[in-house]
């Protein structure tokens, strides 16, 4: 592994092969607590310490979010898709009052077969009363049954909102929508979520929701972005590079990462976000 006296030789380097993403990295070596600041989050020695659970700390506790997942067989999409729209619809007319969809889509690139849906409660205590609800339900029951013939893999994840990141609205002109998904090292996401908390401030425009698990597969991060289309994309993060902090806040999160993840999906016809 490289050391730190290693790296330290090597920034010039880096400096000069992406002078755009590094405009302010010799700011990003300094921190409130020293010359160290930086490499201690490279090189995975610096945690930030909790005061409290991070579901208290990050999280707003009035939005609770069932992200669904499922990978279809290749031959069955064109029929799953029409069983999710027959069923859908009426599963939520029934359960109005407890929940709501806040997104449905089909993964275009990246992983393909992919749809992603994702629900959203008000508090643990509606979530607890619909997943009651829905076990005995005859026609979620039917539904899940025929879902289960035409899927690979299917996965739920429960997962709480970042406060600063405000909940998905919805689109009526047509989007492509980017799902980044991040594993985060054990002990980080206090971290994460406090330089995101001023990083989100250059791109609120394309935010749609941001969240972190709860049940699943523990500390990862999905964050969801509306673009117009593809070209939007790359003109909007791009541009990011020029705003102040935006550096900083990738620089300070990067080495928090254990694996990431993207895809470009597109919206089902019953989503409320086009």
């Not at 160290?36 to 939005?63: R, Y």
């Not at 109005?96 to 959203?120: N, T």
């Not at 990067?254 to 089902?268: E, F």
Request: glycine share 6%; with cysteine; proline share 4%.
């Amino acid at each position: 592994m490289v050391n730190k006296i290693n790296f330290l030789a090597k920034i010039p380097n880096i400096l000069i092969k992406n002078p755009q993403r590094n405009i302010h990295l010799a700011k990003c070596l300094q921190s409130e607590h020293g010359n160290s600041g930086f490499l201690d989050k490279v090189f995975g020695n610096k945690i930030e310490k909790a005061t409290n659970a991070h579901s208290v700390l990050l999280a707003n506790q009035q939005v609770l979010y069932e992200l669904e997942i499922h990978n279809v067989k290749p031959e069955c999409a064109a029929e799953y898709e029409k069983t999710c729209e027959g069923n859908v619809p009426a599963l939520l007319e029934k359960n109005k009052d407890l929940m709501k969809l806040a997104g449905g889509w089909k993964s275009e690139i990246g992983a393909l077969d992919q749809y992603v849906h994702l629900w959203r409660y008000k508090n643990y205590t509606d979530y607890s009363e619909v997943f009651t609800r829905l076990r005995k339900d005859d026609l979620n029951l039917k539904f899940k049954n025929q879902v289960a013939k035409l899927v690979n893999r299917r996965e739920t994840q429960v997962c709480l909102s970042f406060t600063y990141w405000g909940e998905p609205e919805s689109r009526q002109e047509d989007h492509i929508y980017e799902m980044r998904s991040y594993a985060l090292k054990p002990g980080s996401l206090i971290e994460w979520g406090n330089n995101w908390s001023r990083g989100i401030k250059n791109r609120l425009e394309y935010r749609c929701a941001g969240m972190f698990t709860q049940v699943g597969p523990i500390y990862h991060v999905h964050h969801i972005w509306a673009y117009k289309d593809l070209a939007s994309r790359k003109e909007s993060r791009e541009k990011m590079w020029n705003k102040p902090g935006w550096d900083e806040c990738v620089a300070y999160t990067v080495p928090l990462i254990r694996k990431m993840d993207s895809k470009i999906m597109t919206a089902l016809p019953y989503s409320p976000t086009k």
